[in-house]
């Protein structure tokens, strides 16, 4: 028996969200006993800063994933097509035998801006009518874009998972020193104009990250803060930082940029400002120095709490699920027997297959 194989589309090897997030379901479908094939338009370079990830590092030379240019996408009888971004979508299409169900292309829906109609001219937006099998990386973005699925498609949320044990600051003590504040400047200027606001107030000290990071240098920053202040794009699918610094114990200021709702529950584990609302961080963070036993312990503790539920290796069990419901509503409209299990499934090795505790690179 020939075993099903998972074609994955990504649009580069840089390390950034969306892909590092690609990276972790193929390292899913694997662990289900599938194989795997990586599509890119770019060569893959032997240096990689994206294998470089420690959980990625087994992929780099491994005899089970192949990489491969995405014009050779070649799709078997009982294979699956895994897009996040939906440029992708006629091209995983197109690489369907005709008489295949598109029930078989996966795409994994990372961001709320699919919906949006002025994002890349409306075709996201048109994308998730096409027929396909969806999985929404939590709630928010499952909201958002349900009015424009075809409603005989399969859907599932799953949340997105991540290594925030990676980033715990368990040592972490209240002191008496300035309120040390963290931002990065990657999306936005907002925290470079908290800063100017603050500059002549000596119970505060202001640190930004101005350049892409490698995680051990965002650990570092995340650990040294007492509040981190989100300062997202208008629009976000998850916003990987906020929970981060969540996970470090840091009190975290946000505005709602639609998918960081998913963690964020304003007054219980953050402070909820205005979008780029220079006055609101500030009387925010005002809020958390003249209270830092008190409501800043809070927020923290909550915190900590809502990064229990993101977990990579729930992520995984679930994806695996998802993708043998795909494989019977596929087969099952192409007239075709039930599939099976791959002959080498290895989730019971748990989730620790899927995880490593330090894990490195940039992204």
């Not at 002549?200 to 051990?216: C, G, H, I, N, Y």
Request: glycine share 10%.
């Amino acid at each position: 028996m020939t075993t099903p194989t998972l074609h994955f589309m990504t649009p580069t090897y840089r390390p950034a969200g969306g892909v590092v997030k690609l990276m972790d379901y193929v390292n899913h479908a694997l662990a289900g006993g599938y194989g795997a094939a990586v599509y890119c338009a770019a060569p893959r370079r032997a240096d990689e800063p994206l294998f470089e990830i420690e959980r990625f590092r087994g992929l780099r030379d491994s005899d089970d994933v192949a990489f491969l240019p995405e014009s050779q996408l070649q799709v078997g009888d009982d294979d699956l097509v895994v897009i996040s971004l939906p440029v992708h979508y006629p091209l995983a299409l197109a690489g369907l035998r005709p008489w295949m169900s598109p029930d078989r292309i996966v795409h994994i829906v990372q961001g709320v801006r699919h919906a949006n109609p002025r994002w890349l001219g409306g075709g996201p937006l048109r994308t998730l009518s096409r027929p396909a099998s969806r999985i929404s990386i939590n709630e928010i973005v499952a909201g958002v874009i349900a009015p424009y699925l075809d409603p005989r498609g399969l859907h599932r949320t799953i949340n997105l998972g991540h290594e925030v044990g990676y980033f715990a600051h368990p040592g972490r003590e209240v002191h008496d020193g300035p309120l040390r504040v963290a931002y990065t400047t990657w999306k936005s200027e907002i925290g470079d104009k908290v800063a100017h606001d603050l500059r002549d107030d000596a119970r505060f000290e202001l640190r930004a990250v101005r350049e892409q990071t490698s995680w051990e240098g965002l650990r570092t920053i995340y650990r040294w803060a007492d509040v981190f202040l989100s300062t997202p794009g208008p629009e976000e699918g998850f916003y990987l930082p906020g929970l981060e610094a969540m996970a470090a114990g840091a009190v975290v200021v946000t505005p709602d940029v639609g998918g960081n709702m998913a963690y964020c529950v304003p007054d219980v584990n953050c402070l909820l400002v205005g979008y780029e609302d220079v006055a609101g961080y500030v009387t925010a963070l005002r809020r958390v120095e003249a209270d830092r036993t008190g409501l800043a312990r809070a927020l923290r503790e909550q915190g900590l709490l809502t990064c229990e539920a993101f977990d990579l290796g729930s992520e995984g069990e679930l994806f695996r699920e998802f993708v043998a419901q795909v494989r019977e509503r596929a087969a099952d409209r192409e007239g075709r027997p039930s599939p099976s299990r791959p002959a080498h499934d290895r989730t019971t090795t748990g989730p620790s297959a899927l995880t490593t505790d330090v894990p490195e690179g940039s992204r």
